[in-house]
């Protein structure tokens, strides 16, 4: 069993920056590739940002050169840096652990406001 807790959703304006935080209960990124995911009303939940087990990154092409996923494995913690925001990255987001099981973050909100 893996828990994930969230931390650094909020209110910003556009063109402002956030950091969400997920904290892992034990080491698992060398178990897990980890991502995250965004969700709105209506709509399915799309990954963001994902890192594999091997430090590999790869992003949507909505978030390119703007989000950055990244790990410190001292905290077992796993990191998405938000710059430029925009209102379409008004979301709840997600974070996840995945492999044969997935295990999901409890959300966060991210509200950009114009």
């Known amino acids: 069993q893996v828990q994930l807790v969230e931390s650094g959703g909020g209110l910003v304006q556009a063109g402002g920056s956030l950091r969400l935080s997920c904290a892992a209960s034990?080491?698992?990124?060398?178990?897990?590739?980890m991502g995250w995911f965004r969700q709105v009303p209506v709509k399915q939940r799309e990954l963001v940002a994902g890192?594999?087990?091997?430090?590999?990154?790869n992003y949507a092409d909505s978030v390119k050169a703007r989000f950055t996923i990244y790990i410190e494995n001292a905290k077992n913690t796993v990191y998405l840096q938000m710059n430029s925001l925009k209102h379409e990255d008004t979301a709840v987001y997600y974070c996840?652990?995945?492999?044969?099981?997935?295990?999901w973050g409890q959300g966060s909100q991210v509200t950009v406001s114009t």
């Open positions: 890192i594999s087990r091997s430090g590999n990154t």
């Open positions: 034990r080491s698992v990124f060398t178990i897990y590739d």
């Open positions: 996840e652990a995945g492999g044969t099981t997935r295990y």
